[in-house]
């Protein structure tokens, strides 16, 4: 069975820096799109980032780019996201998700909490 | 950029219908698909390509779209049922995934 184990969160000051992982298994991790997407507490799903399953394709919010970095480790089944400059407004549960074609979520991880806070 | 707006909340009896809409620009030209999120949980799918549903979720979850305006339908509505709900599509012009603001659904 398809599972997503999301880690790495935690409480990190304005300005710093964060990697966040998540452990895929049960599917062919190497054939699928993968993204992020995270959710203030209390708010809706925001869409944070894409990398195709070849890791040569990678998409942004407007709101991270420039300051997230999404990678992907074929060989180990990992999916990455390197959150720099991290603001306040970063603060939320963030998710990964496998992607099925065209372009929806079929499976994601428990999520992992990130706050930005002085 | 391309906007998806959803009622804040929806609330309806146990055993009536309930429909959740998802408006956007000529949504209809676009997939949209749905998910379900219950408190502390992470969201699950529950329609995917306007009315497709996948394995494990009821019957009575159906979605449609055209025109402006995508919907998703649920009939003989369970207290189980009550969570937040998200549309979703594509944007291919920013090549964004793009979420509804979400609806509550409240089960009276």
């Known amino acids: 069975q398809v599972l997503l184990v999301d880690s790495g969160g935690g409480v990190v000051q304005p300005g710093g820096s964060l990697r966040l992982s998540c452990a895929a298994s049960g599917f062919t991790f190497s054939t699928y799109g993968m993204h992020w997407v995270r959710q203030a507490p209390g708010k809706g799903l925001e869409w944070v980032a894409f990398i195709r399953y070849d890791g040569n394709k990678k998409l942004y919010a407007d709101s991270v780019k420039g300051r997230f970095t999404i990678s992907r480790d074929n060989s180990n089944n990992m999916l990455y996201v390197q959150m720099d400059s991290l603001r306040v407004e970063d603060t939320a549960v963030y998710y990964c998700a496998k992607e099925v074609g065209p372009t929806y979520f079929d499976f994601w991880g428990q999520g992992t909490l990130v706050t930005v806070s002085s | 950029s391309y906007v998806l707006t959803q009622p804040p909340s929806v609330s309806v009896a146990p055993g009536k219908t309930a429909r959740i809409t998802c408006g956007g620009n000529n949504i209809g030209s676009k997939s949209a698909h749905w998910y379900q999120q219950k408190p502390g949980q992470a969201p699950v799918l529950v329609i995917y390509?306007?009315?497709d549903r996948p394995s494990g979720i009821p019957e009575r979850f159906s979605g449609s779209n055209s025109g402006n305006t995508a919907t998703l339908t649920i009939s003989r509505v369970e207290a189980g049922d009550e969570a937040d709900y998200f549309c979703?599509?594509?944007?291919?012009?920013?090549?964004?995934?793009?979420f509804g603001g979400g609806t509550k659904l409240t089960v009276l």
């Open positions: 979703q599509v594509w944007d291919t012009y920013s090549d964004h995934v793009i």
């Open positions: 390509s306007d009315s």
